[in-house]
């Protein structure tokens, strides 16, 4: 294991509106707040996402399993937010449920908001805490910079 320690820094509350791409509103408030890393978490509903529910099998690099839905779900989340090269990367999972359907599964594409999306953003200061694309994973993976 590799760790590095630090402190919470800004808090940022953010109203996601209906139609809205979740994943690319938080991009653009990370960019626009210059947040560098951060934990983040989210509750409200989406029209539509594409969700990575696993690998087909437990190799390297993985196949991913897709599953996406399009009738409007309820969504608790949570997620990481690192810079790649300038640039945010969020990793975001969730749990999305419409009546007795349920589907878990980190959130990749698509991501329309219905009605509303309520996302807290905890800023992460003095980690060295960056995501690189690493090739034997074929995922932009944690890696910690000297502070």
């Not at 590095?4 to 809205?20: I, L, P, S, T």
């Not at 999305?96 to 599964?105: A, N």
Request: hydrophobic fraction near 45%; glycine fraction near 12%; charge should be negative.
């Amino acid at each position: 294991m590799k760790y590095a320690k630090g402190q919470v820094g800004r808090v940022f509350v953010a109203r996601v509106e209906d139609g809205d791409n979740l994943i690319e509103e938080i991009k653009r408030l990370a960019l626009a707040e210059k947040i560098e890393a951060g934990v983040l978490y989210v509750i409200g509903a989406l029209k539509d996402a594409a969700v990575v529910v696993g690998p087909q099998e437990c190799v390297l690099p993985p196949v991913p399993v897709w599953r996406e839905f399009s009738d409007g779900r309820e969504i608790v989340g949570i997620g990481t937010l690192f810079s790649d090269g300038g640039e945010p990367a969020l990793h975001l999972h969730g749990a999305f449920g419409k009546g007795d359907q349920m589907l878990m599964g980190c959130v990749r594409k698509l991501s329309e908001v219905y009605l509303v999306a309520e996302v807290i953003i905890l800023e992460l200061t003095g980690t060295g805490a960056v995501k690189e694309f690493e090739q034997e994973s074929g995922l932009k993976m944690l890696k910690f910079l000297p502070v």
